[in-house]
């Protein structure tokens, strides 16, 4: 696309993260093209016009281009000096959105900008919160194996994460979570990670069951802790307060937490995605946002809700071994699955080229990750370092829970796969994410910060 | 602190390691080792037109089509397109109501999904079709579809040709293999179903992409896949349409049926049943108000007696009778029976019309005068055939003549559901009388002159007939002679219908005896006012006992006596003398095949016999009772009931349908009574296998009718 041979930036820039960041970018536009392609139309043409989306796709990644030649031409003192700017330019930006945001798909996080260009102020979040975490903990004074820092980090994280909860962005907002790989990496204490994740099997486990059946399960393994331990409890009597008071929370989790993350937080079809991942029904009666409009139930509840994941679960499962062949995917030619250039583009992949071709693309990404954690690792600089955990974390967040959405793995939210799919905010915050990491990684011999 | 937490990054390379291969084992388990998603795929994008090739045509033997392909429209509708439809104009002009608009819409859902069109409305008349096509655009999602449809030119041959029909689910099911699909038509019955894979040709397909709106995107995959239609071919029959027409048309008022076979090639010229139907009825529109009134028609007109109905063959079997005993040497032409008006050699005397002395001075006398006693002699003879020791022998040696002379079995006519009739079995009489030693000749005499428990469809005795005319071989009656551009499989098929069935080494001489005799039936004998002008024929007339009411006239016969072409079996039921009512029909077929034409006596002789009404009153009042019914729609009917009628008619090739012969009796106290055994046969318990030739007495007292 660009080349970067003869510049002398070119010193120290890991060129096979360029190499498989052009890679992605030629196959996303290919996809996306599979998904445009029209037999009637003169595609030649239509690439340049500007009027299709692979063409559009086009010129974002032209642009993409500027941009990350751009930030291999700046200084990297910037972003350690500019973050805490940039953190506090991109949460006003989120808050503007509530004035100007346009509505598109009951989501309200675009701020429409010259060109029929629209910005998704969320998105670029992402990047300063990487940013400001890196500069935080870098920091000489923050010791990161102390809870005080972990709660001033977890705060700059959850602020983004709220306002884009706010704006019925669930998926942007699950996107923060992928820090906790740059805070683990830090010193976060592996307890919390443990923690997290018994919390997450205990409210599959309220969906998967009757309530009152795992309530009985819970208590029943707590009574066989406290008698197999009973002679424990008499030179110890704060572990019978431990447990106990896991049961509580276990036991409040089921009752009351699971059920209001369900019918208070979440909107009404986000939940009826949840239950449906289950193979179980979601009463929208009992959600309090659906209460006020009902009228927009009765519209969504025509197609039944898993539509989507049917329709991509068969276009994937129709690839076979080898795949339909390029452009020949009946499922992507006619159609049949919704938001296929954005959300859902791996199926016109699957459906395209098959196992081969999925395996070999997850091959493509897990090496692209590996190789960032690589460059991660080389960092002298805590901020470099911490900047590529967040990377990596949200990289792999992205494309693990895209995919896993699109093979019915996971409820379907709102996340596109990195580089891949359509749409111009998302490749321009990936973009400066690995560029930015780049430029940082360029200079790992020069500075320490 | 970094160079602390080294080991993380590993972690966090193991984590990512996971959930990527749980990732690609997901991709593994939907893309390599599920089928359903591929299939799903086709189901959702490929959209398969099927064009159906014009039917062949069935020609009769001079090349005039008995049936004829006619275009007719459907109105059929896409329900996902159908928005917007100016309801109120639409089923005004279909003359429905709104709700039954909806109730159709949503069948067609069930039927074909939403996507997918769907008949709405069927056979549209010209008129409604003018009046749809004119404001076509005010009814979005609606198309008219042209559909080929049969019509037949002579309104003749109604049970022959058969017809055809919408598949059903049973029909989808027995035939699974050969592609059929909801809403295709295929043969149901007659020679549409027996030749319905030449009839039908090929269907072509067409196979195009459609998108998520149902709307076609273009040809799927540049139509490698696709299949032309091919036209189904031709078949040409032996039939004579004149004769055909001529036959239903003396058959009409009355219950019965007629079969005339070239003896020369077993090629059928006419079968017809009586009471049948215009086959344009159950075409088209017609079909839907036509169908159930025909399937609960007491008479029933779809029943074809010529193949199916069984009818004990009364004196029409002697000729036969006799052959068996001249060629087992028992008899020679010049034995003689002296009969005094009754046959008592088993102690109970049975009649014989004839008093006279020297009526039976021969074979060749008693043939012509039908002598019960000299039948009845010549086949306890035969049974009691002293080279076979024991009656059971004898029998068997008798039936197997029988059986070789194509009674009692099926003949293996091209249509479909043929009935073997019956020539009982000897486990049969051991049965009733107690075991093999218990029984003799004298217990089952009247086989001898075709009663007792035998019984023939008409089919069978017009074969039998060209037996005799051809000396000693037939053809398997059918009706296809051959088949446009016939090729090595239809060679196959049709080569039983060629090939010379030679049934025994009957000497010549004895043939040329009953022949004799035949003819002599014309000249001097029972049906010697029955003349066919030119020509000399032999035949024999048949008055078959009925226990359930007036006697089956029956007739059967030859023409020419010297160089047979044509034989014919006429059965006529409930109508008394052979040689009164069956004669003159079978009479007047030869006459018209034979001389191309009817002479004005002829003529006028067929159109008072045509309108001569021979019904049997229960039927007739049946029809009384049922006037208004004749109206009704079959969806006024209970559909199972329907079905059970279907599968009746369908399934009547495996298990034999229950023969309806005599439903008109017991029609008087039973509105519609079910289907009864017509055999004339007393019944037989342990006192009468103690001491049957008491028992018979009583029950054969009144059975001495002429025969």
């Given at each position: 696309?660009?080349?970067?041979n003869?510049n002398?930036f070119?010193k120290?820039?890991d060129?096979?993260?360029?190499?498989?960041?052009v890679i992605m970018v030629?196959?996303?536009i290919?996809c996306?093209?599979?998904?445009?392609?029209?037999?009637?139309?003169?595609?030649?043409?239509?690439?340049?016009t500007?009027k299709?989306?692979?063409?559009k796709?086009?010129?974002?990644?032209i642009?993409?281009?500027?941009i990350a030649i751009f930030?291999?031409?700046?200084?990297?003192?910037v972003?350690?000096?500019?973050s805490?700017?940039l953190?506090a330019?991109?949460?006003?930006l989120?808050?503007a959105?509530?004035?100007?945001?346009?509505?598109?798909?009951g989501?309200k996080s675009?701020i429409p900008?010259?060109?029929?260009?629209?910005?998704?102020p969320a998105?670029?979040?992402?990047?300063f919160?990487a940013?400001?975490?890196a500069?935080?903990i870098s920091?000489p004074?923050?010791?990161f194996?102390?809870?005080?820092?972990h709660l001033?980090?977890?705060?700059?994280?959850m602020?983004p994460a709220?306002l884009?909860?706010?704006?019925?962005?669930l998926?942007l907002a699950?996107?923060?979570?992928?820090?906790?790989?740059?805070?683990?990496r830090?010193g976060l204490p592996?307890?919390?990670?443990v923690v997290?994740?018994?919390?997450?099997?205990?409210?599959?486990a309220t969906?998967l069951?009757?309530?009152?059946v795992?309530?009985i399960?819970?208590?029943?393994i707590?009574?066989?802790?406290?008698?197999?331990?009973?002679k424990?409890?008499?030179?110890?009597k704060n572990?019978?307060?431990?447990?106990?008071?896991?049961?509580a929370?276990?036991?409040?989790?089921?009752?009351y937490?699971v059920p209001y993350?369900?019918?208070n937080?979440?909107e009404c079809?986000?939940?009826t995605?949840?239950y449906?991942m289950m193979?179980?029904?979601?009463?929208?009666?009992?959600?309090?946002?659906s209460a006020?409009?009902t009228?927009?139930?009765k519209?969504?509840a025509?197609?039944p809700?898993?539509?989507n994941?049917k329709?991509?679960?068969?276009?994937?499962?129709?690839g076979g071994?080898?795949?339909r062949?390029?452009?020949?995917?009946?499922?992507t030619?006619?159609k049949?699955?919704p938001?296929q250039?954005?959300?859902?583009?791996?199926?016109?992949?699957?459906?395209?080229f098959?196992?081969?071709?999925?395996?070999?693309?997850?091959?493509?990404?897990?090496f692209?990750l590996?190789?960032?954690?690589r460059?991660a690792e080389?960092?002298?600089?805590?901020?470099?370092?911490v900047?590529?955990?967040s990377?990596v974390?949200?990289?792999?967040?992205?494309?693990a829970?895209?995919i896993?959405?699109?093979?019915?793995?996971?409820p379907?939210v709102g996340i596109?796969?990195?580089?891949i799919?359509y749409g111009?905010?998302?490749?321009?915050t990936?973009?400066v994410l690995?560029f930015i990491?780049?430029?940082?990684d360029?200079?790992r011999q020069?500075?320490?910060? | 602190?970094?160079?602390?937490?080294q080991n993380r990054?590993g972690?966090?390379q193991?984590?990512?390691?996971?959930?990527?291969?749980i990732?690609?084992?997901?991709?593994i388990s939907?893309?390599?080792?599920?089928?359903?998603?591929k299939?799903?795929?086709?189901n959702?994008?490929?959209?398969?037109k099927?064009?159906y090739p014009d039917?062949?045509i069935?020609?009769?033997?001079r090349?005039?089509?008995l049936l004829?392909?006619t275009?007719?429209?459907?109105l059929v509708?896409?329900?996902?397109e159908?928005?917007?439809?100016?309801?109120?104009?639409l089923?005004?002009i279909?003359?429905i109501?709104?709700?039954?608009?909806?109730k159709r819409?949503i069948?067609?859902?069930i039927?074909?999904?939403?996507?997918k069109a769907?008949?709405?409305?069927?056979f549209?008349?010209?008129?409604?079709y003018a009046?749809?096509?004119?404001?076509?655009?005010?009814?979005?999602?609606?198309?008219?579809?042209?559909r080929s449809?049969r019509s037949?030119?002579?309104?003749t041959?109604?049970?022959?040709?058969g017809?055809?029909?919408?598949v059903?689910v049973n029909f989808?099911?027995k035939?699974a293999?050969?592609g059929?699909e909801?809403?295709?038509?295929a043969?149901?019955t007659?020679?549409?179903?027996?030749y319905e894979?030449i009839?039908m040709?090929q269907?072509?397909v067409?196979?195009f992409l459609?998108?998520n709106k149902?709307k076609?995107?273009?040809?799927?995959?540049k139509g490698i896949?696709?299949t032309?239609?091919?036209?189904g071919r031709?078949?040409f029959?032996?039939?004579?349409v004149?004769?055909q027409?001529?036959a239903?048309?003396?058959l009409?008022?009355k219950?019965g049926s007629?079969?005339?076979i070239?003896?020369?090639?077993?090629?059928?010229i006419?079968?017809a049943s009586s009471?049948?139907?215009?086959p344009?009825?159950?075409t088209?529109?017609q079909?839907r108000k036509?169908?159930?009134?025909?399937?609960l028609?007491t008479?029933?007109?779809i029943?074809?007696?010529a193949?199916?109905?069984?009818?004990?063959?009364?004196s029409?079997?002697?000729p036969?009778?006799a052959?068996?005993?001249?060629?087992?040497?028992?008899?020679?032409?010049?034995?003689?029976?002296?009969c005094?008006?009754?046959?008592?050699?088993c102690?109970d005397?049975?009649?014989c019309?004839h008093h006279?002395p020297?009526?039976a001075?021969?074979?060749?006398l008693a043939?012509?005068?039908?002598?019960?006693?000299y039948f009845?002699?010549v086949f306890?003879?035969?049974?009691?055939?002293p080279?076979y020791h024991?009656?059971k022998?004898g029998?068997l040696?008798w039936?197997e003549?029988v059986?070789?002379?194509?009674l009692g079995?099926?003949?293996?006519?091209?249509l479909?559901?043929?009935n073997?009739a019956s020539?009982p079995?000897?486990?049969?009489?051991?049965r009733?009388?107690?075991?093999?030693k218990?029984w003799?000749?004298c217990?089952m005499?009247?086989l001898?002159?075709?009663q007792?428990?035998?019984t023939?469809t008409p089919?069978q005795?017009a074969?039998?007939?060209?037996?005799?005319?051809?000396e000693?071989?037939?053809?398997?009656?059918?009706f296809?002679?051959?088949?446009e551009?016939?090729?090595?499989?239809?060679?196959?098929?049709l080569?039983?219908y060629r090939t010379k069935i030679?049934?025994?080494k009957?000497?010549k001489?004895?043939?040329?005896?009953i022949?004799?005799g035949?003819?002599d039936?014309?000249?001097i004998?029972?049906a010697?006012?029955?003349?066919?002008?030119g020509h000399?024929?032999?035949?024999?007339?048949?008055?078959a006992q009925n226990p359930h009411?007036?006697?089956?006239?029956?007739f059967v016969?030859f023409?020419?006596?010297?160089n047979?072409?044509i034989?014919?079996?006429v059965?006529?039921?409930?109508?008394?003398?052979?040689a009164?009512?069956?004669?003159?029909?079978?009479?007047?077929?030869?006459?018209k095949?034979?001389?191309?034409?009817?002479?004005?006596e002829s003529?006028l002789?067929?159109e008072n016999l045509?309108?001569?009404d021979?019904?049997?009153a229960a039927?007739?009042?049946?029809y009384?009772r049922?006037?208004?019914?004749?109206?009704?729609?079959p969806?006024?009917?209970?559909?199972d009931?329907?079905?059970d009628?279907?599968?009746?008619?369908?399934?009547?090739?495996?298990?034999?349908v229950?023969p309806?012969i005599?439903?008109?009796?017991k029609?008087d106290t039973?509105?519609v009574a079910p289907p009864?055994k017509p055999v004339?046969?007393?019944?037989?318990n342990?006192e009468?296998?103690l001491d049957?030739?008491q028992k018979?007495?009583k029950?054969?007292?009144?059975?001495?009718?002429?025969?």
């Amino acid at each position: 696309m660009v080349n970067y041979n003869n510049n002398n930036f070119s010193k120290g820039t890991d060129f096979a993260v360029i190499l498989l960041y052009v890679i992605m970018v030629a196959v996303g536009i290919l996809c996306i093209f599979m998904v445009e392609y029209n037999p009637n139309l003169n595609w030649s043409n239509s690439f340049l016009t500007a009027k299709t989306n692979y063409s559009k796709q086009i010129y974002f990644a032209i642009f993409c281009a500027f941009i990350a030649i751009f930030i291999l031409l700046m200084d990297s003192k910037v972003f350690t000096a500019l973050s805490n700017i940039l953190y506090a330019l991109g949460i006003l930006l989120m808050l503007a959105t509530f004035v100007l945001g346009k509505d598109t798909n009951g989501s309200k996080s675009w701020i429409p900008i010259a060109g029929g260009f629209n910005l998704q102020p969320a998105e670029l979040c992402k990047i300063f919160t990487a940013l400001i975490l890196a500069k935080f903990i870098s920091k000489p004074e923050t010791d990161f194996s102390k809870l005080k820092s972990h709660l001033i980090a977890g705060a700059m994280i959850m602020l983004p994460a709220i306002l884009s909860v706010m704006q019925h962005e669930l998926g942007l907002a699950l996107v923060y979570s992928a820090f906790i790989f740059a805070m683990y990496r830090e010193g976060l204490p592996p307890v919390i990670l443990v923690v997290l994740l018994s919390f997450a099997i205990l409210v599959i486990a309220t969906l998967l069951l009757d309530p009152t059946v795992l309530s009985i399960i819970i208590s029943v393994i707590a009574g066989l802790f406290i008698i197999n331990l009973i002679k424990k409890f008499k030179r110890n009597k704060n572990s019978i307060l431990v447990i106990i008071s896991i049961w509580a929370i276990c036991f409040g989790t089921i009752k009351y937490i699971v059920p209001y993350i369900f019918n208070n937080v979440l909107e009404c079809y986000q939940s009826t995605r949840i239950y449906s991942m289950m193979g179980k029904e979601y009463d929208c009666g009992q959600n309090v946002k659906s209460a006020n409009k009902t009228s927009v139930n009765k519209k969504a509840a025509r197609k039944p809700d898993d539509y989507n994941v049917k329709q991509s679960k068969i276009a994937i499962g129709s690839g076979g071994f080898w795949g339909r062949g390029f452009l020949k995917g009946t499922q992507t030619r006619g159609k049949y699955v919704p938001e296929q250039h954005t959300d859902f583009i791996f199926t016109s992949l699957g459906e395209a080229f098959g196992f081969v071709g999925t395996f070999t693309f997850l091959g493509l990404y897990l090496f692209f990750l590996f190789r960032l954690i690589r460059i991660a690792e080389r960092q002298r600089s805590t901020f470099s370092r911490v900047y590529a955990y967040s990377v990596v974390g949200i990289f792999f967040f992205h494309i693990a829970v895209n995919i896993s959405m699109t093979i019915g793995l996971f409820p379907v939210v709102g996340i596109p796969l990195p580089l891949i799919s359509y749409g111009g905010s998302s490749l321009l915050t990936f973009t400066v994410l690995v560029f930015i990491l780049l430029r940082l990684d360029a200079d790992r011999q020069m500075v320490l910060r | 602190m970094s160079v602390y937490n080294q080991n993380r990054g590993g972690i966090i390379q193991i984590i990512i390691g996971i959930i990527f291969t749980i990732l690609i084992a997901q991709l593994i388990s939907l893309q390599i080792f599920s089928s359903k998603y591929k299939l799903a795929a086709d189901n959702n994008a490929i959209y398969r037109k099927i064009i159906y090739p014009d039917r062949g045509i069935i020609y009769d033997r001079r090349k005039k089509a008995l049936l004829e392909n006619t275009i007719s429209y459907d109105l059929v509708v896409i329900p996902n397109e159908a928005k917007g439809v100016d309801t109120n104009m639409l089923c005004q002009i279909l003359k429905i109501d709104k709700a039954e608009y909806s109730k159709r819409i949503i069948e067609a859902i069930i039927k074909n999904t939403r996507v997918k069109a769907s008949a709405f409305e069927p056979f549209l008349s010209a008129e409604t079709y003018a009046q749809l096509n004119e404001n076509l655009y005010r009814f979005p999602g609606f198309t008219l579809s042209e559909r080929s449809i049969r019509s037949y030119p002579y309104n003749t041959a109604a049970h022959v040709l058969g017809y055809v029909a919408e598949v059903d689910v049973n029909f989808l099911q027995k035939h699974a293999a050969e592609g059929y699909e909801m809403g295709d038509y295929a043969g149901m019955t007659g020679l549409e179903r027996f030749y319905e894979p030449i009839l039908m040709g090929q269907r072509g397909v067409t196979r195009f992409l459609r998108d998520n709106k149902g709307k076609i995107q273009g040809a799927y995959e540049k139509g490698i896949y696709d299949t032309l239609a091919i036209a189904g071919r031709n078949i040409f029959t032996s039939m004579d349409v004149e004769v055909q027409q001529l036959a239903e048309k003396l058959l009409q008022h009355k219950i019965g049926s007629a079969v005339a076979i070239n003896p020369k090639t077993g090629g059928v010229i006419a079968m017809a049943s009586s009471p049948g139907y215009n086959p344009n009825l159950l075409t088209g529109n017609q079909r839907r108000k036509t169908i159930g009134r025909l399937l609960l028609d007491t008479a029933r007109p779809i029943y074809n007696r010529a193949i199916k109905g069984q009818y004990p063959p009364g004196s029409t079997f002697k000729p036969l009778g006799a052959l068996i005993a001249l060629d087992e040497g028992l008899i020679t032409p010049a034995y003689g029976y002296n009969c005094r008006g009754s046959y008592g050699a088993c102690g109970d005397p049975r009649k014989c019309e004839h008093h006279n002395p020297g009526h039976a001075a021969n074979l060749q006398l008693a043939l012509a005068y039908s002598c019960n006693s000299y039948f009845l002699q010549v086949f306890r003879m035969a049974i009691d055939n002293p080279q076979y020791h024991n009656a059971k022998k004898g029998y068997l040696k008798w039936k197997e003549y029988v059986n070789a002379f194509g009674l009692g079995k099926k003949l293996g006519i091209d249509l479909p559901s043929e009935n073997r009739a019956s020539i009982p079995d000897t486990a049969q009489y051991n049965r009733d009388f107690g075991g093999a030693k218990y029984w003799n000749s004298c217990y089952m005499l009247t086989l001898g002159i075709g009663q007792d428990r035998m019984t023939a469809t008409p089919l069978q005795l017009a074969n039998a007939m060209a037996f005799l005319a051809n000396e000693g071989f037939y053809y398997t009656p059918h009706f296809v002679d051959s088949i446009e551009n016939e090729d090595e499989e239809d060679k196959v098929m049709l080569e039983k219908y060629r090939t010379k069935i030679e049934v025994t080494k009957i000497a010549k001489q004895y043939f040329d005896v009953i022949k004799e005799g035949m003819h002599d039936v014309t000249v001097i004998g029972t049906a010697a006012f029955i003349k066919v002008p030119g020509h000399e024929f032999c035949a024999k007339t048949g008055t078959a006992q009925n226990p359930h009411g007036k006697n089956h006239s029956l007739f059967v016969c030859f023409a020419p006596k010297d160089n047979p072409k044509i034989a014919v079996a006429v059965v006529v039921e409930n109508a008394g003398y052979g040689a009164t009512w069956a004669g003159p029909i079978a009479g007047l077929m030869m006459e018209k095949y034979l001389n191309d034409t009817l002479t004005t006596e002829s003529k006028l002789k067929a159109e008072n016999l045509s309108n001569v009404d021979l019904m049997p009153a229960a039927i007739k009042s049946w029809y009384v009772r049922n006037n208004k019914t004749e109206m009704l729609t079959p969806f006024e009917y209970n559909n199972d009931e329907l079905a059970d009628v279907w599968d009746m008619e369908m399934l009547s090739e495996i298990a034999p349908v229950k023969p309806v012969i005599d439903t008109s009796k017991k029609l008087d106290t039973l509105p519609v009574a079910p289907p009864s055994k017509p055999v004339p046969l007393r019944k037989v318990n342990k006192e009468t296998a103690l001491d049957p030739l008491q028992k018979k007495k009583k029950a054969t007292a009144k059975k001495n009718g002429k025969l």
